[in-house]
């Protein structure tokens, strides 16, 4: 908004993407979904082919717009006094390899995370499930030791990917997932989109675990079903308001 040239219009440049990471990331604890700084939201800028990310190690209730660090999709530090999250790197390939991906959303939420850590898909048990997804959340194998020791963010990035391609997923159809022994990652077009994501997975997973609590032999929502209820949300004559 400043008018002055140089440096000090330089700062301003990214403020209003700083501003939505910060109201995107300041989401995760009014939901519930981070315990102290679990958790990064990032928001993308496409033209300017950088994105907005939680510092680093910073407490919730000290953020602040202005401690977003902005980086490009290589990971690399263009504006921001802060040192961004450790995660950075995973959201860089992610942008870099999926061009429609406006926002993405890492937490450490509960139910997501126990079925990460149980290296199980959540099956489509139900409507909430389908109203969003026809096709069960997928976990990605844990990492092998040779990614693990390299460049270990960068390959979670290629972890998920891989997922994808691997069980011909589409990242514009499906926008969550559980990369296995970690926790869940979610995008959207936009950064809150991917908040919300966060929050239907983390439901998600809560159901399907008391699902299979009450009923161990619990099978998945009938096809007809499944589809009926995802294309009264998403198909062309889509109908649904709740
Ligand atoms: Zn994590």
Known sequence: MSKTKG???????????REEAYEA????PELGLVLFTFGNVSAADRKAGVFAIKPSGVPYDKLTPGSMVVVDFDA???EGKLRPSSDTKTHAVLYSHWPEVGGISHTHSTYATAWSQSLKDIPVYGTTHADHTTVDI??????SDALIAGD?????????MECFSERKLNYRELEMI?????????????SAKAVYNSAVLEAIAEMAFLTESINPGAIRIKETLIRKHFERKHGPDSYYGQ
């Open 7 to 17: 440096s000090q219009n330089r700062g301003s440049r990214y403020k209003a993407l």
């Open 25 to 28: 990331n300041m989401q995760l």
């Open 76 to 78: 690399r530090v263009v």
């Open 138 to 143: 997928p976990c990605t194998p844990p990492m």
């Open 152 to 160: 270990y963010e960068h390959r979670t990035g290629f972890q998920i």
């Open 178 to 190: 559980l990369v296995g022994s970690h926790a869940p990652f979610t995008w959207g077009t936009t």
